[in-house]
């Protein structure tokens, strides 16, 4: 069975930062794009950035262009979300996706597996 699991959740004060991991387990993501997204209760899932299978390709939302940077390392199998400068209205449960892109390196938030998530809380 494949799984992404996510991991580096937590509480942070406003302004703080973590980096989260999204980790492949029974498969290679040499040739998955990969999302990162974030559910908040009581509202929508939300895309929030994703990287092509090279890494050549990233794309943020408005809401968190400046402070998140993602990245990945195909030699670990992993990909990460660096989080810096935390609001509290990030607070959410965030979630890993992988779009399997074989021809096409790029990303677009599409979603073949899903991880089960990472809760962030960002309060002082």
């Known amino acids: 069975q494949l799984q992404l699991v996510e991991s580096g959740g937590g509480l942070v004060q406003p302004g703080g930062s973590l980096r989260l991991s999204c980790a492949a387990s029974r498969f290679t993501l040499d040739y998955y794009a990969i999302g990162w997204f974030r559910q908040a209760p009581g509202k929508e899932r939300e895309g929030v950035s994703c990287?092509?299978?090279?890494?050549?390709?990233?794309n943020y939302a408005d809401s968190v262009k400046g402070r998140f940077t993602i990245s990945r390392d195909n030699a670990k199998n992993t990909v990460y979300l660096q989080m810096n400068g935390l609001k509290p209205e990030d607070t959410a449960v965030y979630y890993c996706?992988?779009?399997?892109?074989?021809?096409?390196?790029?990303?677009?938030?599409?979603?073949?597996?899903w991880g089960k998530g990472t809760l962030v809380t960002v309060s002082s």
């Open positions: 996706a992988a779009k399997l892109r074989i021809v096409q390196d790029m990303c677009d938030y599409g979603s073949d597996y």
């Open positions: 990287i092509s299978r090279s890494g050549g390709s990233t």
